[in-house]
């Protein structure tokens, strides 16, 4: 079993990072990897989360359109068809999504890597779907007392319940942990959590404050000294472990921001030459929501001056177009930053390695099991 998912995974990843390569060296804006957020809905109320439908009152009559299971298979193709190589099904909560189940089959039988993001509470009861998962990432944002604070009481214990019934099935885990003043001082646990189930974790900071939630998210968030305090840490946890999957350079990137962290920096700003490598959201990354809504990232999806066009209206090319090249230079989502450095020839070898590093942890824990 382990040997035909390595088999299938280094297949996968090879696409996809031939892919990044090609942009890397050509810089053609062309779909390649895909954030499918599937549903808005979420069985968890985490306090810095932006999806809006947790919020929204009980009896508040539905008026959006939203897409149906055929829909979702359909764009899947689509997007195939126009080169896209990665897949990642987010929320909300994916998994409470009753088409879930169908998106990944499809992307299974379609043989395109796919990471399935979740809060991990309802993956020991649907194992058999979590296996088909390219990778399977989990949110995990420190010890208990850490964790539960911002994610509710109880969600620590329910998120490594998941990672170890994951472990256990063989399947391939990564963590991901939002930097907050909760668990400022918790690399190092999560680092030795990592270590010792065969894990690697990936940090990003809690910079932007949801409009809805702003009072409340803003009592949690670091301010810009504290993340780049963070990150300094964070660079020479680095160099202790390989388990972390944040690049140097994204840290360092982090380190020497040059203006305040919420600031997004357009072309035509004076700080612009700082980060000059186009990012590749709105390049080769997109976002597409449960309501056909097409956005360049995160950060656009929050901006009250984009307008983002739906696949209903004006078909799938006219909505990748929409969120195509914004004028936008940089902004603090780090993730772009290794995203870029993806495009070098160098990190198919690392995907490669990490690949292999998963393959073997996870037939190690199957032997074990036995």
């Known amino acids: ?188 646990s999560i680092v030795a959590l990592c270590e010792d189930r065969n894990l690697f974790v990936t940090f990003s900071p809690c910079i932007d404050a949801p409009e809805f939630r702003q009072a409340e998210t803003r009592k949690w968030m670091l301010d810009d000294k504290d993340v780049k305090a963070f990150f300094t840490d964070l660079l020479a946890w680095k160099r202790r472990t390989n388990r972390i999957m944040n690049s140097d350079v994204s840290i360092q990137y982090m380190i020497d921001y040059p203006t305040d962290f919420e600031r997004v920096v357009m072309r035509d700003d004076p700080e612009a030459g700082y980060y000059e490598a186009p990012c590749t959201y709105g390049r080769i990354q997109y976002h597409f929501n449960e309501f056909g809504e097409v956005f360049p990232c995160g950060i656009w999806w929050n901006r009250p001056d984009y307008a983002a066009k739906t696949v209903f209206d004006g078909g799938l090319d006219m909505a990748i177009a929409n969120a195509s090249d914004r004028p936008c230079q940089y902004c603090s989502f780090c993730n772009r930053v290794d995203w870029d450095e993806m495009t070098r020839p160098r990190s198919l070898l690392k995907g490669i390695d990490m690949t292999v590093r998963q393959a073997l942890g996870a037939r190690s824990n199957l032997t074990a099991k036995d």
């Open 1 to 188: 079993m382990i040997t035909h998912w390595l088999a299938r995974n280094i297949s996968q990843r090879s696409r996809l990072f031939f892919g990044l390569v090609r942009f890397g060296m050509t810089r053609q804006p062309r779909p390649l990897i895909a954030n499918l957020f599937i549903t808005e809905r979420c069985n968890a109320r985490c306090l810095y989360c932006y999806v809006a439908d947790v919020n929204r009152p009980d009896g508040t009559p539905e008026t959006q359109r939203r897409m149906s299971g055929p829909e979702w298979l359909d764009l899947i193709d689509r997007l195939i068809d126009r080169g896209v190589r990665y897949f990642t099904l987010v929320g909300g909560e994916p998994m409470v999504s009753p088409d879930c189940a169908t998106i990944i089959d499809h992307l299974y039988r379609r043989n395109v890597f796919f990471n399935l993001t979740t809060n991990g509470s309802l993956v020991p009861k649907q194992l058999d779907l979590v296996r088909k998962a390219s990778q399977l990432t989990i949110s995990l944002d420190g010890d208990e007392a850490a964790n539960d604070a911002l994610r509710g009481a109880g969600w620590h214990a329910r998120a490594m319940k998941a990672i170890d019934a994951a472990i256990s099935a063989g399947v391939p885990v990564r963590i991901n942990t939002v930097v907050t003043k909760a668990n400022r001082d918790q690399i190092g």
